[in-house]
């Protein structure tokens, strides 16, 4: 779970380059949604994109002056040090109902999690053949005609693989 990480859809509609897009992610999974802060350290981007620290610095201001539901991507302030911001990604995680100190997004996001388990769940599949283990599956499509074997879709059945090494051990003349 330490890989999960929530990110706008939104993100999708922007002019972005490949490597912006990547920059961008790589922020994403950065963000602390408890402190609600960004954690970004130019040299850590520079060394897992293996790019330079100025060509860095120059794509998180192309990355700054990119706009998504009218805030920017990555905002910053040069005080002693320069920190960073994601408003944009901000917004979008207060949507969620993350707030600063509170779990109501966690509890928003485990309800989701759970619908989506239940509905795996109650997923009922009709396969072909359900009794036989992929043995007597093996013998079984080997012995089927041709025309027969090429209707039969590797969905219907429930060792999907067995079809597969049939119709390639099968002489198609």
């Keep these: 779970m330490s890989k999960f990480y929530l ?3 939104n ?3 922007a002019a972005l380059t490949d490597k912006e897009f990547r920059i961008y992610h790589y922020c994403c999974s950065n963000y602390n949604v408890q402190k609600r802060s960004a954690y970004i350290r130019i040299v850590d981007i520079a060394g897992l ?3 330079t620290k100025k060509e860095v610095e120059e794509l998180l201001i192309k990355l700054s002056q990119i706009k998504v539901n009218d805030l920017p991507l990555i905002s910053m302030k040069q005080e002693k040090f320069i920190s960073f911001d994601m408003p ?3 917004k979008f995680i207060e949507s969620l109902g993350f707030k600063k100190y509170s779990n109501q997004g966690f509890r928003t996001l485990n309800g989701h999690f759970k619908q989506i388990q239940e509905a795996q769940q109650n997923i009922v599949r009709e396969y072909i053949y359900p009794t036989l ?3 007597e599956l093996l013998d079984k499509l080997e012995d089927l005609p041709t025309e027969e074997l090429k209707k039969i879709k590797p969905s219907q ?3 999907p693989w067995v079809l597969k090494n049939v119709i390639k051990n099968r002489p198609w003349n």
């Design 133 to 135: 283990d992929q043995y």
């Design 11 to 13: 993100i999708i509609n």
């Design 7 to 9: 990110t706008d859809p």
């Design 88 to 90: 944009s990604h901000k």
């Design 157 to 159: 059945l429930m060792y």
């Design 49 to 51: 994109f293996q790019l």
